[in-house]
């Protein structure tokens, strides 16, 4: 099949880290991919090197994958019409719309690509969010082929009909390191914005008291709270044992090093970063909401806390550093 991932951004965020995973899962088996949109740096190195032949306009071979510029609904268009009437991506077979925009682009093109348009939902709301946009675009998802959603509490939360598939995530690279064996570092990985709730992570540190006993807390990620958050640490008097690494490029490795995840988010849509500590053996303790009630709240003896109960998740901290044989049976257990 040829296959067209569209998202209408040039960010490198959760939604945008999905469809490289999905696209080059596709392309393993043998289909011809192109992803439209994203950070061309960070995208195009997560698809890896483009396929030989495309720059002369010679059709790209089964399991080719490729990216085209998409940042905002206009350009998205064009790329997506000069990929309907191409040479070598003539009539592609779907398009796959991530996103709002992104599904309003591919309706509007369908006229030059010709194809299907399947979207997957990734937010827990309804299609639009506000009232006002929401009314606009309420008549997208009847003119879809067809809908996915990241997990059942976003398909509860969209109110359309949609097919759950839980995200998957490759094993990770190098050889596990024993949970038990690991440095006491506790890693907090999430865009720094309101609904990430990471405040309730910065202040359950301070209160586990884990600094004092030579663990640190590593945040990844950035976002228009960081400087809040960073002040935050300050005032509770833990800056010495919080480090803000912003974005980093190896995040799920150091996710797989980490002794322990915390994920505040109360209610997160899915959690893939939950999901990848979950593959690597890294014992998770989350905030009881949303999708991650789907992930690490389906093993039985889950560390979850309340959302925003600061010292329900110090509690927590607190009993995963003490017993590095319970880390070891409950990173086993989420794996």
Not at 46 to 62: E, F, M, R, S, Y
């Amino acid at each position: 099949m040829r296959i067209i991932h569209v998202v209408c951004t040039d960010a490198f965020a959760g939604v945008e880290r999905y469809v490289p995973g999905g696209a080059g899962a596709r392309a393993r088996r043998g289909h011809t991919v192109v992803v439209v949109g994203g950070d061309r740096v960070a995208m195009t190195g997560a698809l890896g090197p483009p396929p030989t032949g495309v720059a002369g306009g010679d059709a790209p071979g089964p399991g080719a994958l490729h990216w085209r510029p998409g940042s905002g609904m206009a350009r998205a268009a064009r790329s997506l019409v000069r990929l309907g009437t191409g040479s070598w991506l003539r009539r592609p077979d779907v398009v796959h719309a991530h996103m709002t925009e992104a599904e309003l682009v591919a309706l509007v093109t369908r006229p030059v690509h010709g194809a299907p348009v399947v979207a997957t939902l990734h937010f827990a709301q309804p299609r639009g969010g506000e009232r006002r946009r929401a009314a606009l675009y309420r008549h997208l998802g009847p003119r879809l082929h067809a809908q996915l959603a990241i997990s059942a509490h976003v398909a509860a939360r969209s109110g359309e009909p949609a097919e759950v598939v839980l995200n998957g995530v490759p094993p990770p690279g190098a050889p596990l390191v024993d949970p038990a064996r690991r440095a006491p570092v506790v890693v907090m990985a999430q865009r720094l914005e309101p609904e990430k709730d990471s405040a309730t992570g910065i202040a359950a540190w301070a209160r586990s008291g884990l600094g004092e006993r030579g663990w640190s807390l590593e945040v990844l990620g950035d976002g228009s709270r960081r400087r809040d958050l960073e002040a935050l640490a300050e005032e509770l008097g833990v800056a010495g044992s919080v480090r803000f690494s912003g974005f980093v490029p190896d995040a799920r490795a150091r996710i797989a090093e980490a002794a322990i995840v915390v994920a505040t988010a109360p209610d997160e849509p899915f959690g893939l970063t939950v999901v990848e500590a979950m593959a690597a053996c890294t014992p998770v303790v989350a905030a009881a909401g949303g999708g991650h009630l789907e992930t690490v709240g389906s093993v039985s003896s889950a560390w979850m806390f309340a959302p925003g109960d600061v010292d329900g998740a110090a509690e927590l901290l607190r009993r995963a550093a003490d017993d590095p044989d319970a880390r070891v049976d409950h990173g086993a257990a989420l794996r």
